[in-house]
Each structure stands twice: as structure tokens, then as C-alpha cells.
């Protein structure tokens, strides 16, 4: 097989990866809960991580960066934190872990404002000007890198059209691990990442580090291993955001990924953007392919098959070439319909895609365009 549905969950892991993985499950305790030497050794690990996530990514120190299962955890803590009664601005390149908390927040009495794109595909800063000034927003939540085109706004230039005192959260699903991503120097108060994408920790690792200007409230209440005698959640982090057990595996394999990502950042970016180049090139030149993306450091290329429906091209793809791909609205509707589309094909690539993969993808995407609608 092929794997190019990386954007969904990486498809290969550093060998450092699998071992610290491995090894967790072999020997692990349960972190903080036992005053034994394997749980303090355990614990000492996640306390570790927290401080090698908090440089990574230019975080507040450790004790603001809470572990989550995924993303989507993530985004969820951060969004549903923030008042019933608040303005708070998104864009339709979104994904449902924005776009669904947020939706519920509007039915509590939130008001949400939708950025719409302009023609190059990129958020439209004028209609931000507008939407800012027109009453100022509690938070803003914007995507680093859009999961079905590879777009990526400058947040840096957004950080400036927002009011100082707005909280700024961010969707690192897809940047995270591809590009350089420093919390304080963008501005980002909250930043939410998923670990077994360009990260390449295995699924179940995720993470929520955030400023001292949010106080991110739990959505899950239980054991923390601290206060026992309190009925209701410590009131310090990380411990407030952190109810039940840790998973181990999993923060360990998102510690050796970080570890591994501080010395091959640069040249994974420069090898997934010459695939995305690549791609983009070839199937440009391919009868009846409509492409929706450009040359990016995050491996996705989406595209459309003018003969045939999105998921019946992943389906070919799968059964005839034995190539992994993924069709459909890639739960981010709005944007498909900013682009007019009902669906799209995403190729997505990590630097550990093998080279020749971009030929035989594109070739098997030539030979499926010739066939009759």
C-alpha cells in the first residue's frame, strides 16, 4: 500500500517513537497516583514532557500545558471555556472540533461570526476588519493550516487586526510538526495539538498549552491524585484540566516525536513541500482534475475528479492501485461550500513518504480521470 492520508493520522513513526511506546506499556505505572518508585519515575516523565511541549512550542511553562487524547479534546476545553454570552469570530475553513463547540455556544447565547475566504482561498482580512469593529469579539478561533486545502493564514497579521484584550486560539491539527509554531511570539493564547499527525506520536496523545491570560475551565470532572479530600477539581493547573488516568504511551511517543521533530523539522518541511509541488505539477496537467490546493509544508493536495464522485476515487484508489487517500467533506463543511464543492479527494504526505509515491499516485489518478462519468 501507499499511504498518503497522513492528515488524518501519521502513517509512519520514528523508530524512537515505537520503542518509547513500547516500552511505556511494558513497564509503565500510573503517573502521580502511588508513591512508589515505577509512578514517580512515571510522573517525573510527564512532567518532563510538559516542559519539552512548553519549549517546543514557546509556551507559559508546564504547568499550562494540559494532555488530551486528541485534538478535538483539545478545542473543546478551550472553546467551552469561554462565556455563554461572548462574540467570538471563526472562519468557515474550520473544522467540526470548532465548528460544533461553537455551535453549542451559540445555543447558549454565544454570537459566532464566520470569516469567509476571498478569492485567493486565504481568510479574507477585510471582512476580519469589519467583523472586529463592529463589536469587539471575546476570542477568536482560527485553524494554523486548513485540513482540506493546506491554506494557512499569516496569524501574525491576524493577531494585529484583533483587539488586544481578545483571546486567540488556534487549530494546530495540521501545522503542528510541520512548521515552526511559537505561542508567544504569534500571539496564541491557546493552541491546541494533535499528537499523531506531523507531530508523530501515536493516537491518543494530544495536548492544550495556553497563556496566562485564559484560565480554561474542565469538561470532565474526577480523579487527579492531588486533593483527594476536595469534592470538587483542584483550582491549579494542570491538575484542573487532568481528571482520570494519564495515557503514558502516548505522551511518551509525543515527547520522542518533539525530541526527534527539534533536530528534522527543516528538512521534513522541505521534503513535504516538494511533494505537495510535485503533486500539485502533475496533476495539474491531468484531463478532467480540478486542483483546490497549492504548494504547502503541511502534505496536503486536494483535488477534484470532474467523472467521479470523491469517495468513489478514494474507493478505486484503495482497491485497484492500493493507495490510501480520502474523499468527502473531511468534516470541515464549510469550507467545501466557500469552494463550491461537495467533496473533495485529499492526498496528504509526510517526509516518509517514499518519493516515487508522487508518480504512482498521479498516474493512478490520470488513468481514473479517463473513465466515463
Known sequence: MIYLDNAATGGFKPDCVITAAAAALATAANPGRSGHKLSLACMERVYSTRNLLSDFFGGYGYERVVFTKNCTEALNIAILSLPADSKIITTVAEHNSVLRPLEHLKKLGAEVEYIPLNDDGDIDLNALKRAVGSAPPRAAVITLASNVTGTAPDIALVKKILPADCLLICDGAQACGHVPVDMRALGIDALAVAGHKGMLGIQGSGALLFSERFNPQPITYGGTGSESYNLDMPDFYPD???????????????????????????????????????????????????????????????????????????????????ICVRGGLHCAPLIHRALGSDGLVRASFSAFTPPSAVESFTAAVGALSLRKA
Not at 527543516?266 to 504548494?295: D, M, Q, Y
Open 240 to 322: 484542573k484540566l487532568e481528571s482520570g488516568t494519564l495515557n503514558f504511551p502516548a505522551i511518551v511517543s509525543l515527547a520522542e516525536g518533539a525530541i526527534y521533530l527539534k533536530q528534522h523539522l527543516g528538512e521534513h518541511r522541505a521534503a513535504v513541500e516538494n511533494f505537495t509541488a510535485r503533486t500539485i505539477e502533475n496533476l495539474k496537467k491531468t484531463e478532467n482534475v480540478c486542483v483546490f490546493s497549492k504548494p504547502n509544508p503541511y502534505g496536503i493536495v486536494s483535488f477534484r475528479l470532474n467523472n467521479m464522485q470523491s469517495e468513489m476515487v478514494a474507493y478505486a484508489l484503495s482497491e485497484e492501485f492500493g
